[in-house]
């Protein structure tokens, strides 16, 4: 897959969204972020960008202070920009937010295409590698491009192979993490699956105590037989993505099975 057409196309999309909620005379709150208005979110995204571009930029061994705020290169006179220590800031979205988060996209997209996936950095996932950034941060990119749409009211589809691999991520790298920072409690043998239906593809995830377990069958055909869960959730990819991120309901797929290990599911895999 080529991550960073993916990330291009969606940092690319992301900017114009705020542009055009610059245009507005008084801040748009993300609905799919609570706490957020639009500036917020446009501060959240760049400052990741220009975190992992000083990773990547220096091969950094060791996690960079995130206290610091140089990283950020932001701007001399910074007045009015979002804080994120008051969120939401419904103050509109100040001159040249746009603009740094276009700079700091585009620096880092340079970067994920001169950088080898397998140059050794660090992450803070067991996968120590600049691939691993780039396919984090091309997935991050779809979810809050989707967020910043979402909050003008019109969204565009997720690429349909990014959202399936998004799928796979959050159980191989998302929930595990999400479970150790939340100290989720133990899982008691659950099984979830998630059958896409505009494609191949099924995703079986297994709560074994403290650990995830993930039978991907990316071939699975949509009406396939694929084993035993507790519940299945069936949708298109991208919506299935979304709910995984916690961005829609469940009510919008099709489920079937014990609605009781459906409801746990956020319990299992706690927000972060």
Excluded at 18 to 47: Q, Y
Excluded at 67 to 95: E, F, K, M, S, Y
Excluded at 162 to 187: H, K, N, Y
Aim: glycine share 8%.
């Amino acid at each position: 897959m080529d991550y960073v057409l993916r990330f291009r196309r969606d940092v690319l999309a992301f900017e114009a969204a705020i542009r055009l909620a610059a245009a507005a005379e008084t801040a748009l709150l993300v609905p799919s972020c609570p706490g957020w208005a639009i500036g917020d979110l446009a501060m959240h995204l760049g400052g990741v960008h220009r975190y992992v571009a000083h990773v990547l930029r220096g091969r950094l061994q060791e996690p960079p202070d995130s206290t610091d705020l140089a990283i950020l290169h932001l701007p001399a006179d910074a007045t009015g920009w979002p804080d994120p220590q008051h969120a939401p800031n419904r103050a509109p979205v100040p001159p040249g937010l746009a603009d740094w988060f276009a700079q700091g996209a585009e620096e880092l997209a340079a970067l994920f295409a001169s950088t080898p996936p397998g140059e050794p950095v660090w992450t803070w996932s067991a996968e120590q590698s600049a691939g691993f950034w780039l396919r984090m941060q091309a997935i991050e990119a779809a979810v809050h491009r989707w967020d910043a749409e979402h909050a003008l009211g019109d969204t565009q589809p997720i690429d349909p192979d990014l959202a399936a691999d998004a799928i796979a991520q959050t159980f191989e790298v998302m929930a595990p993490a999400r479970r150790s920072l939340r100290q989720a409690p133990p899982g008691s043998g659950e099984r979830i699956r998630l059958r896409r239906t505009d494609g191949p593809g099924t995703w079986t995830a297994h709560f074994d105590g403290p650990d995830v377990h993930l039978d991907a069958r990316p071939d699975a055909r949509p009406d396939g037989e694929t084993g035993s869960c507790d519940v299945e959730l069936a949708g298109p990819a991208e919506e299935l993505m979304l709910f995984l991120w916690q961005r829609i309901p469940a009510a919008r797929l099709e489920t079937k099975g014990d609605q009781a290990v459906l409801d746990r599911y956020f319990t299992l895999v706690p927000p972060v």
